[in-house]
């Protein structure tokens, strides 16, 4: 399975973006799809999670609740990530994430900034 992330760029404090990733190859065995960020001289960290297939389970980190929004589109397939009141803490590169039994993958980071 490939990942290509995409969506990222310069939004004001308390607006709004949206990333997606688009994802190649079967994920039939794909159990777990996620986002993660990273901001610059820290450590990755989980944003959300959403299981496949089914109506999907979801995860947020404390800090994103409320504010984010995660969902997919097996069809497609497609992951993506609704983000609003953003807040300059928020600024990161920000990674698709799946997961199998026995793989993992990851997309390429697409830059969120957020500052005014």
């Known amino acids: 399975v490939q990942l290509q992330a995409s969506g990222g760029g310069l939004v004001q404090p308390g607006g709004s973006l949206g990333l997606s990733c688009a994802a190649s190859g079967s994920i039939a065995a794909i159990t777990v799809m996620g986002w993660y960020r990273q901001a610059p001289g820290k450590q990755r960290e989980l944003v959300a999670t959403?299981?496949?297939?089914?109506?999907?389970?979801?995860v947020y980190a404390d800090s994103v609740k409320g504010r984010f929004t995660i969902s997919r589109d097996n069809a497609k397939p497609m992951l993506y990530l609704r983000m609003s009141s953003l807040k300059p803490e928020d600024t990161a590169g920000y990674y698709c994430h799946f997961r199998s039994c026995s793989r993992t993958y990851w997309g390429q980071g697409t830059l969120v900034t957020v500052s005014s």
């Open positions: 959403l299981t496949s297939p089914g109506p999907g389970h979801t």
